[in-house]
């Protein structure tokens, strides 16, 4: 049964002192970390990112509260792309001009 708790989260594992932060997952400059490089993540391609899609990051990280997004994976950043690629459609459609920040 402790097993079965355990697995579900609600187990009585180990218990962190209170006013210690949660761990972060670490990258360790590893395997995944160069196929997710590759892919189009990682802070390389942060820096690639227009100011529409850094925009969408500070949303995430300070009012949704999703953490640091100064090292999104691939996927992630895929997802973001999507959402401004969104916004800029409803602009257009809307306005009838063209978003006032370039994509890049």
Known sequence: MDSLKNAMGMG???KKPEGQAPEQGSS???FMD????MAGGGKESEKNEDYLDKGIDMVQEKILGQ????????IEQAKDEQMSDFIRGQYKSASGKEFPIADK
């Open 28 to 30: 360790g400059g590893g």
């Open 67 to 74: 953490g640091p997004q100064d090292n999104e994976s691939a």
């Open 12 to 14: 009585g594992g180990e």
């Open 34 to 37: 160069k196929v997710n490089s």
